[in-house]
């Protein structure tokens, strides 16, 4: 007896003696990655986005068949496009995961920075980073880019 023959009569032998059986079902998945944006197209007009966690990922329609998706943080959810009717046309499982190929974590005790080096090393934001370097670097970010609009900003440097 082959392993198929196998399986179709332990099936066959639990639904004669009215045992549930449990049957794997897979959903299509959608890989995207954090602080990265992916397009999505529909095959018919989108009305209705739904993100089973928003803290994981977010999604836009661009126009009636094209989705863009931004992952948020690391994790799985689920993506649900609705039509004007309000009948599915997409129910997926969203996996989003690190794009950080070139990070490097530096650890002070227990206190992580994360480093972005591609060639040079620069602080970046990621979730378990010490808090106290994230504001910081958070404060340098805000300062940049109100001077960067020609926007008076204050200095806490010594002149």
Same mark, same amino acid.
């Given at each position: ?13 639990s639904? /004669?003696?009215?045992? %549930? ?7 299509? /998945? ?11 197209r ?37 993506l649900?496009v609705?039509?004007a009717?309000? $009948? %599915? ?6 996996n989003?995961?690190s ?12 206190n ?19 808090i ?10 805000t300062?940049h880019?109100? /001077?960067?609009?020609g $926007?008076?900003? $204050?200095?806490?440097?010594? $002149?």
């Amino acid at each position: 007896m082959n392993f198929a023959s196998a399986v179709s009569a332990v099936i066959l032998a639990s639904s /004669m003696l009215g045992a %549930p059986i449990a049957i794997a079902q897979t959903y299509p /998945m959608i890989e995207v990655k954090v602080d990265r944006a992916k397009v999505m197209r529909v095959s018919r007009p989108a009305a209705m986005i739904i993100i089973g966690n928003p803290a994981i990922a977010d999604a836009t329609i661009k126009d009636s068949q094209t989705l863009i998706i931004t992952g948020k943080q690391y994790g799985s959810t689920n993506l649900i496009v609705l039509d004007a009717a309000g $009948e %599915p046309i997409a129910d997926e499982v969203l996996n989003v995961s690190s794009a950080h190929n070139n990070h490097v974590v530096v650890y002070k005790g227990a206190n992580r920075t994360t480093l972005n080096c591609s060639p040079d090393c620069e602080p970046v934001y990621r979730i378990g980073d010490d808090i106290d370097a994230m504001k910081t670097l958070g404060s340098q970010i805000t300062t940049h880019g109100e /001077m960067s609009k020609g $926007e008076k900003v $204050e200095s806490n440097f010594d $002149e």
